[in-house]
């Protein structure tokens, strides 16, 4: 067997924009899908019994439904509904729903280690409740289950190749499509393979780097 990269690189167009909408997935679904499950965490808390209720059940349904599934429901059920997406706001609202379920766990785990004492030190010298979560619960918690929580937005960026199956022109689509036209399958999946590849290992440090800095201090 010979390999040709060649054919597969001279479509590069395709590839970058597969690759910038994999960026862009990552880069918008990230931030949203954390402070979601920061949010869904403090609830499952703190929140009255019906928003309890209510938090846990979503947990327990995204976190155990395949995320192919919950792509389809959003983007072929709800316009059954009067609500029609393109594809692009389909796969943002499932990565962000679907991280936010895994975060939101991995999150109540890392406030659920505070310590009581810390808590009462910070109500002590009259700090009210959100002072108290955003000053003195949320950093150590978060500094906690970071690496947990970095692996997760690892796998949802993995993950954001499913979407191609609903015609978002990602990279995983991107190699469908060049695979069609050059009949180099192998060496098309071996350029994408190496692109999240690369991805996954910047994503890593990026994120170790940037949690210490701007989140939870050092």
């Not at 895994?102 to 808590?119: L, N």
């Not at 109500?123 to 108290?132: G, K, T």
Request: aromatic share 10%.
């Amino acid at each position: 067997m010979t390999l040709d990269f060649m054919p597969v690189l001279a479509q590069w167009p395709i590839l970058f924009k597969g690759l910038l909408l994999t960026l862009l997935l990552t880069a918008v679904g990230t931030p949203l899908g954390v402070l979601l499950g920061i949010a869904c965490g403090w609830l499952r808390m703190h929140g009255v019994r019906p928003v309890r209720l209510v938090v846990g059940a979503f947990i327990e349904l995204m976190r155990n439904t395949p995320f192919i599934i919950q792509l389809f429901f959003i983007f072929f059920g709800l316009p059954a509904l009067g609500l029609k997406l393109t594809p692009l706001s389909a796969s943002l609202i499932a990565m962000t729903l679907n991280l936010g379920a895994y975060s939101a766990e991995i999150v109540r785990a890392g406030m659920r280690a505070m310590p009581k004492g810390h808590v009462e030190a910070a109500q002590s010298l009259a700090l009210n409740r959100w002072q108290v979560f955003l000053h003195v619960v949320l950093p150590p918690s978060l500094k906690r289950v970071w690496p947990a929580l970095v692996s997760q937005i690892i796998l949802v960026m993995l993950g954001t190749s499913v979407c191609s199956q609903i015609s978002l022109e990602e990279m995983t689509y991107s190699a469908n499509l060049i695979s069609s036209r050059t009949f180099r399958n192998f060496e098309a999946y071996i350029l994408v393979t190496a692109a999240y590849l690369a991805l996954a290992v910047l994503l890593r440090h990026l994120l170790n780097w940037a949690g210490p800095r701007w989140l939870f201090g050092r």
